[in-house]
């Protein structure tokens, strides 16, 4: 019979990190998201908007009455955000479809989970991927413009009726990142193929929106408007940045605020039950 | 002393299925074989000793610590899943790297015990290439390593030898014999007697979600040899073997299969025939030979009172 050494003896394995778990997840997903050119080329277009408001904002501080038909207060920046929801949709649909449909699929789920990993850090991490992809078309250059704001038309921009500006599009571009990544990572854990968590994100935006579409512009149904994301999103910023809606986007924020919510914990429990390093199935 | 995995009464269902009943076991240093037909709990066995799976009832302790929702012991503990989980578009040292950086190591270290385990496993040459492209035996090595590669006390593997081909099948066990030398409770699963006669002696039979024995390995032999063996011979003639062991009296039974080059012999003492065709298998041309009971359904189906 073998004899195995019962003595004690020094492992060099090493305790799990003890902050910032979730970094490595996400720094190998940036690593891989960001390696794609096509990727690149969406980033790209998505700061197109940004240049054009960049012009914007230095028309006017050269041509001051140029300023009556484009507008370089609160509005610029309520509107530039809500053109991004849009943009912010396409990057994560390329960026975040596959995120984790595709460890379901290829069972890499089960050796993160073996790792000294919580599930909250797995989602944390992958969650980080798709904050850092929206934030990069919304909060970043968003930030980015009213910093040129401030250096073109200091006059303008530093006195006390524009102060909230900044912490605005800090909140709402916070608001568009936060909806619609976790919106993007909940419908990932639904599937094991990226490519129908992709397409399935973009019916939910859609499809919503378009139903929004019909009960509101045809049908006249007032509370619809709250069916649609976008919407929500697009509420909120235009009550935020005081941007006047039109007819057809008019919407409580408010409530907006709460469908909101409810979405974000509705996704935040789908996570909570699909993230497992084994399929249970019944 | 308690062991590095630790099962107290423990079960786990899925839905009306049980796959784990009421087990008890505690598992020491060195190499455990748990031995059981396919579908017979050994893969929510280890689910639940990696902490992968909560039991349903019962406690399963891993390194003293409960090993559902302990995910601070998985720095000890390394698995080796029976399927394929990876990411197919990184390369097999990407691949540990990125579990390495998970771990909580820094670069330099990553890059050193990544080269280390893919040594290891001799996948130094592969290294650069897709796991994606990787042959059976090769993903099989990876999984391997990437358990491996963070030095755990204790180590899950399950069905690791699967898919290898004889070279590496020899090199693994060669590297869990030694592993377990070190100090490390190693624990492997298999469907195939043999694999893990390799590795170790000391085994945990399951079956039907029960263990049903633990014990050395030469035991399930004894427990075999009290039952009639089956082997099947074939040979270019036969019949000139089945007159030289028709006379011995623990020969119990003789037929020839239907193409005529395949002989079956029922034997209560497999060592004694073993020998008596040794002596005979070069005149009678003995082609190939094969022992149906050898399979591990055989050995639960003397084992298992019905």
Sequence with gaps: ?282 | MSGAIEFVRASRWYGPVIALNDVTVTVGPGVTGLLGPNGAGKSTFLKLAAGQLAPSQGEVRLLGKPAWGSPEIFHRAGLCPEADAFWDNLSGFEFLMALLRLTGYGEAECRQRTEAALEQVDLMAARHRRVGGYSKGMRQRVKLAQALAHDPEVLLLDEPLSGMDPVNRRRIVDLVKRLAKAGRTVLVSSHILHEVEAMTRRVLLINNGRILAEGDVREIRDLMDQHPHTVSVRARDPRAIARAVVDHDHVLSLSFGAEGSWLTVQTARPDEFYGALLEIAESAGLEEMFAPDEDLGSVFHYLVPR
């Design chain 1, 1 to 282: 019979m073998p004899i195995y050494d019962q003595g004690y003896r020094r492992y060099e394995a090493r305790g799990p990190l003890r902050t910032l778990r979730f970094w490595p997840i996400t720094r190998e997903a940036l690593r891989l998201v960001l390696s794609r050119r096509a990727f690149l080329g969406l980033l790209a277009v998505g700061w197109l908007p940004f240049v054009v408001r960049v012009i914007q904002i230095y028309i006017v501080t050269r041509f001051p009455e140029a300023g009556r038909v484009l507008p370089v207060d609160g509005r610029l920046f309520g509107e530039y955000l809500n053109t991004q929801i849009g943009l912010a949709l396409f990057l994560t649909i390329f960026g975040g479809a596959g995120l984790i449909a595709n460890d379901l699929r290829t069972g890499a789920i089960l050796v993160y989970l073996s790792r000294p990993l919580t599930r909250r850090d797995y989602v944390l991490g992958k969650l980080s991927v798709l904050l850092a992809l929206n934030a990069s078309v919304t909060l970043v250059p968003a930030l980015l413009l009213y910093g040129i704001g401030l250096a073109l038309a200091p006059e303008q921009y530093m006195t006390w009726s524009l102060w909230w500006i900044g912490p605005a599009i800090v909140l709402h571009a916070t608001l568009i990142c936060v909806s619609i990544s976790l919106l993007s990572l909940a419908v990932s854990s639904l599937t094991k193929s990226a490519r129908i968590a992709g397409l399935g994100f973009f019916g939910l935006f859609v499809g919503l929106e378009m139903a929004r579409g019909v009960l509101r512009n045809i049908f006249d149904v007032r509370g619809a408007t709250l069916l649609s994301i976008q919407a929500d999103l697009r509420g909120i910023g235009s009550a935020l940045f005081g941007v006047t809606p039109s007819r057809f986007d008019l919407v409580d924020w408010p409530a907006a605020a709460l469908v909101l919510l409810l979405v974000a914990a509705g996704c935040l429990l789908l996570l909570r039950s699909r993230v497992r390093a084994v399929e249970i199935v019944r």
